[in-house]
């Protein structure tokens, strides 16, 4: 047994760089406790900069390393400069978590090419651009890396009615992660995917759109799952104990898919 391998160790992020986008609110705030505990310093990434600056102050007042920066994931340029600013500021992430997204709903027949064109450019092509700039951060820093994303439960079946746009961005998820699991095996840097099931989370909670009505609208059996369970999971593919596991997803849902 190396020194590495001691559980103790398995599971410490201590003096590595975690970045969790949408860390301002909900799942995101559960990610960012969960890994400031296990020791990273954690970079909260928001376009919400006063919830983000105010999330950051808890962490540290807690004990843990942590600060904020404001970037706006539909806007290139405020991801391109904002994750340079992160490596200036902090040097190379160990980590990344592309949690910040979206979740308002549109029945079908009544949907707006606006919507679909928000919802995708701050799902999809956020995390899309997050990980090609801070994967070449990671690839230059040459000492390997993490990436997770969050997708959803939506993705195992079972729908509630106005997330055509949503399940299509969380499923654009499912090709980002092969994709770049694939690009960036050889440096070390592995890619995977948590969906999580319900949460109640400020975005859940003021979606906007058609009465909540579907399928999806069952109780899990093992109680609605809370921001930490989902921490918990990331925290996994983020330490090393998850140090030969990519291309993998992990779903957090309560025991709903069984119903
Ligand atoms: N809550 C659920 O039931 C649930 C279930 C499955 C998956 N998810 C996913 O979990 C993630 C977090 O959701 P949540 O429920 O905590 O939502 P939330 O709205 O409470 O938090 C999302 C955060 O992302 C930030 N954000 C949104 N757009 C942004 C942008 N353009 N740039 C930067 N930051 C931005 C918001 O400011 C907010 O702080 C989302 O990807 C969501 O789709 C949520």
Not at 21 to 47: F, K, Y
Not at 100 to 111: H, I, M, P, T, Y
Not at 214 to 242: C, H, K, S, Y
């Amino acid at each position: 047994m190396t020194e590495e391998s001691k559980v103790a160790n398995l599971f410490d992020l201590t003096g590595k760089t975690v970045v969790v986008t949408g860390a301002a609110s909900g799942i995101g705030v559960g990610i960012a406790e969960v890994a400031a505990e296990a020791g990273a310093l954690v970079v909260i990434v928001d376009r919400e900069q006063g919830a983000a600056e105010h999330q950051a102050q808890a962490l540290i007042d807690a004990g843990g390393k942590a600060a904020a920066l404001h970037i706006d994931l539909a806007d290139e340029a405020s991801v391109v400069d904002g994750c340079r600013e992160i490596v200036a500021r902090h040097g190379t992430p160990w980590g990344l978590v592309n949690n910040a997204g979206v979740q308002d709903r549109e029945l079908l027949l009544e949907s707006t090419t606006a919507e679909w064109d928000r919802t995708l450019t701050i799902n999809a092509r956020g995390p899309y651009l997050t990980t090609r700039e801070l994967g070449r951060a990671m690839v230059a820093g040459g000492n390997g890396g993490r990436i997770v994303n969050i997708a959803s439960v939506a993705l195992l079946g079972g729908l509630i009615k106005g997330h055509a746009a949503y399940a299509s961005s969380k499923t654009a998820l499912i090709g980002l992660t092969r994709a770049s699991a694939l690009e960036l095996i050889e440096h070390r840097i592995t890619v995977n995917l948590v969906l999580p099931g319900g949460v109640a989370t400020p975005g859940a909670i003021h979606a906007t759109g058609p009465l909540v009505d579907g399928p999806a609208r069952r109780p899990p059996p093992l109680g609605l799952n809370e921001p930490r369970d989902i921490g918990a999971a990331v925290l996994f593919f983020l330490t090393p104990a998850a140090a030969r596991v990519t291309n993998q997803s992990l779903a957090v849902e309560a025991g709903w898919a069984l119903t």
